[in-house]
């Protein structure tokens, strides 16, 4: 490897660990309750503009090409940050640039002209044809951040991603909004996803100081993709298991009843994902790190489950006990059909929750292998059949049941793992919990009151929300301040 083409890849190394991961988490945090904040109001607005089925048919064309995503980076984001410094140069970064985009060409060729028209016949929806395309056209665009997002993620440089992602969504969810006052109906939803990936595109590579020399590499390939196939094949594995209850909705039970559906994961699944999307991108560059040291993995990975449950729980008890109130004075009569899912994805996300970051100790200790056994199996062996189950017998209520089990058997699979791993009992498990078990009984009186008052006024009802939410939560910072203090 020739010294000028040897990169910088630590920048901030010097740190240490605890500075790093308590930087990278609070920009991420940032994020997560600016940026994803303004898209949550904007969920709820274009919500109430929007009708269920105009939901349901971009939910059905994301189920298709949200994979275009997946695999368009070949594994090669992952590979990126996974490699140590002395692997990995600027023969590498060129190399998967170029692999990604020439990759991402055929893929739009091929959702455009083929699996846009196959998806409108299978759910006998002229339109959805066109909503694929446009939507593989944006999943296109999203791919040449590729490359720039693995580069900062490997620096740490949080800072630069939060900005940009939080620019991009703002301007996607002022633009949506508007297309839906305008009778866009559908595709204001579209819109918003293809606006947003410009934007942030145009933002990282605008702060990026760097650009693809126009050289390829096989080698480099090679050594990316020893590590990026298995990765991407994990997501795959991973994505379908996420949408095929997607997929069985839309089908047997039709766009409108998927709307519903949809819209109870999203509002539970966007704090939830957001989360873990926030603790993932912090802690895979940290465990590959510390890849070599399993007992420093134990302890970050308790941690996380210390910090993942107590930002979640505490909300998904409001949206469990709630769940009525919420969607009839946030989105209208229109979808009382999500009360039950919403109850049932609460549970789910709690559960969840517990899980702590699996996949990124799986990833970050080069386990990729593995990882996509583990989620293979349980893909064809526990999440399809609970799911066709379910949704045959018992219709959208089934699907929802379905994805709560699917969650507490998964949890136990990985459990099983991790305490192979990296030696983390349920014991471990358990005391991790405990602040988020006594932050969210602080939420109860609030919601126990208005769930047992005869009368509720809307002004009544916020006020039960605002308490359930402020209360835990002040619980939760003070929880969180006096852990920092003695650990870091």
């Known amino acids: 490897m020739s010294s000028q083409d040897q990169i910088d890849i630590f ?45 349901g048919l971009v939910a059905i064309a994301l189920i298709f090409t949200g994979l275009f995503t997946v695999i368009g980076d070949l594994g090669l984001t992952g590979a990126i940050i996974q490699r140590r410094e002395e692997q990995l140069d600027r023969v590498h970064l060129d190399t998967a640039f170029w692999a990604s985009a020439a990759f991402n060409l055929v893929l739009l060729v091929l959702f455009a002209g083929l699996i846009g028209p196959l998806v409108s016949w299978f759910y006998d929806r002229e339109i959805l044809h066109a909503i694929v395309a446009v939507s593989a056209l944006q999943m296109s665009i999203s791919t040449f951040s590729v490359v720039p997002k693995a580069i900062l993620t490997r ?25 839906a006052l305008n009778g866009y109906g559908a595709w204001s939803l579209v819109f918003q996803t293809l606006i947003q990936a410009i934007v942030l595109c145009l933002l990282l590579w605008l702060n990026l100081r760097w650009f693809p020399q126009f050289r390829f590499s096989k080698e480099a390939l090679r050594d990316l993709l020893g590590f990026g196939i298995y990765d991407a094949l994990v997501r795959i594995v991973i994505y379908f298991s996420k949408n095929v209850d997607y997929l069985m909705v839309g089908k047997f039970l039709g766009p409108q009843a998927l709307g519903a559906y949809s819209i109870a994961f999203l509002m539970t699944d966007l704090l939830r994902s957001q989360i873990m999307a926030v603790l993932n991108r912090v802690m895979f560059p940290i465990y590959g790190r510390l890849q070599d040291h399993p007992t420093e993995i134990r302890r970050h990975y308790l941690l996380v489950v210390r910090y993942n ?180």
């Not at 620019?167 to 297309?179: E, L, M, N, P």
């Not at 791993?421 to 991790?432: G, R, T, W, Y």
Request: aromatic content about 14%; proline content about 4%.
């Open 11 to 55: 920048p901030d190394a010097k740190r240490g660990l605890s500075r790093s991961i308590l930087s990278g988490a609070a920009w991420n945090l940032f994020n997560l309750f600016f940026s994803k904040g303004v898209s949550y109001i904007a969920l709820l607005i274009l919500a109430r503009i929007l009708v269920p089925d105009d939901f």
């Open 309 to 488: 449950t107590l930002a979640v729980t505490p909300v998904m008890i409001l949206f469990f006990f709630m769940a009525e109130e919420i969607i009839q004075i946030f989105l209208g009569n229109e979808w009382s059909e999500a009360i039950v899912p919403l109850k049932a994805m609460a549970v789910a996300s709690v559960i969840h929750s517990i899980g702590g970051t699996t996949g990124a100790v799986f990833r970050g200790m080069g386990k990729t292998s593995l990882h996509f056994y583990i989620y293979t199996f349980k893909t064809l062996f526990v999440t399809i059949p609970l799911y066709a189950t379910g949704i045959l017998l018992f219709g959208l209520i089934g699907a929802a049941l379905s994805m709560v089990f699917s969650k507490i058997i998964a949890r136990f699979i990985g459990q099983w793992y991790l305490k192979r791993l990296i030696s983390v009992s349920e014991k471990d498990i358990i005391s991790s919990l405990k602040p988020a078990f006594y932050s969210s009984l602080s939420s109860l009186p609030a919601v126990t009151f208005i769930l047992f008052f005869p009368f509720k006024p809307t002004a009544l009802v916020f006020t039960a929300i605002a308490l359930s939410i402020f209360v835990p939560y002040s619980v939760t910072a003070f929880i969180v301040n006096k852990r920092c203090q003695i650990i870091y």
């Open 155 to 179: 620096n740490l440089a949080f800072r630069t991603l939060v900005i940009a992602e939080s620019s991009a969504a703002i301007v996607a969810a002022i633009a949506a909004i508007t297309f």
